[in-house]
Every structure is written in C-alpha cells, then in structure tokens.
C-alpha cells in the first residue's frame, strides 16, 4: 500500500519563528489533507491541496503531486500552533486514509 | 450547529465486556470511518462505510463491528475479541468517497480504556 511519511518527527521552535514541514507519499494521489491535532486530540482541518498552493492565515502548503511530497509552511509562529501535524492521503478506492506518523511541533513563548 | 459528535468522550470497559462507541453527524454526508490513534501514532483505519446499508473492513477490523442503519449515525462496536483496545477513537465522514468532493471531517473521539 501506499507509504506516507513526515518529517522532522520533532520540532521545538521560538515564538515568532518560522517552519516547514514535509510529507512525502509513495505514489500518486488525487486528495492531501493537512490536519493539526491539539492537546484534547481534536483533528482540525488545515489544508485539503492535491496540487497547487494553498494559503489561510499564518499557514500555508503546497503540494507538488509529480514529485510525491507536500510541505506545510507555518510563519510567525505562535504557542497555539503547537501539536502535532499529520499529513493524509487516500488508498485506491473508498477514499481510505493513510496517516503519515505526524510532526510533534512545541511553539515556546 | 453542523458536525460530527461522538460520545462518550471517556469510556472504561472491564476485559471480556463488549462497548460501543456513538458517532452521528449532521452534515449529509454519505461516507462515514472509523480510525483508532495509538499513543505517538499516526491514525488507522477500522472500517468505513460508503453508504448506507453498506461498510467494509479497513486496515484493522479484527475484534470491531460496525452498522449503517441510517445515513447520520456509524456505531462502532468494539468486542471482547479486540486484544489491546484501550486507544483513541476518532470518527470521521465526507461528502463522497470518491475522487472528488472527499474532504474528510472528524469528530472529537472517544478514549477508550480497558480495565
């Protein structure tokens, strides 16, 4: 099946700084979502970007769907950012979601 | 409001005991999941159901059961023949489960603990 993988696994970053994020997927894809999951586990939506650029806020993401990655751009970040951020990709048919194994991201103030 | 709910937010089961785990939503959806998060993991997918009257085993169906009785609502039964299942348990649903119109949404989970 399709192999979904992030990186770093970890991040620490000052308030104020700015980060990417990368997932890179094994084989073409018609769907990438971006999720951030906050302490209570909630999965927020973020990005849903088979290609292309996509931009809210202080957040950003581009996919580039012929080379097998995305990156997640956050500037200017903030304590309400930390998390963990999980990229997703759907297997063949019925839309079934694979998990990359996330980025554990902690904003110090 | 539209959403997902799921409920209870917190479950205790003793070992041999069967559970289940509400999910309904409201936004006239026609494809519902069920994924388990393990402690540091990613998500895995349990079952899923592309309509109504219909599902199909994901990744790691052994010791689950599901039903889609009614468009808004995807229990989750988790028996006594699930061999480690204290975990999060999140649900989801889209619009379609097809290549387009397939963003998913998810609910706010269930963490379940055996005793």
């Known amino acids: 099946g399709i192999q979904v993988e992030q990186s770093p696994p970890d991040l620490i970053l000052q308030e104020g700084a700015n980060s990417t994020l990368r997932c890179n997927f094994s084989?073409?894809?018609?769907?990438l979502q971006w999720f951030h999951q906050n302490p209570w586990g909630q999965l927020i939506n973020l990005f849903y970007i088979p290609s292309g650029t996509k931009q809210n806020g202080r957040l950003s993401a581009t996919t580039v769907a012929t080379e097998r990655y995305s990156l997640l751009y956050i500037s200017s970040s903030q304590t309400t950012d930390s998390g963990v951020y999980f990229c997703a990709v759907p297997k063949a048919a019925g839309n079934k979601l694979t998990f990359g194994g996330g980025t554990r991201v902690l904003v110090k103030p | 409001d539209g959403g997902i709910t799921q409920s209870p937010k917190y479950l205790f089961r003793k070992e041999g005991q069967n559970v289940t785990l509400s999910c309904e939503q409201n936004?006239?959806?026609?494809?519902m999941y069920w994924y388990r998060q393990d402690p540091g993991q990613g998500l895995r997918l349990i079952y899923y159901s592309q309509i109504v009257n219909d599902f199909q085993k994901g990744d790691i169906a052994e010791g689950y059961s599901v039903s889609r009785e009614k468009k808004e609502s995807f229990p989750l039964t988790v028996t006594s023949a699930q061999k480690n299942p204290t975990a999060f348990y999140l649900c989801?649903?889209?619009?379609?489960?097809?290549?387009?119109?397939?963003?998913?949404?998810f609910g706010p989970g269930t963490r379940l603990t055996v005793l």
């Open positions: 084989d073409s894809v018609n769907n």
């Open positions: 989801a649903s889209s619009k379609t489960s097809g290549s387009k119109d397939n963003e998913q949404f």
């Open positions: 936004l006239n959806h026609d494809a």
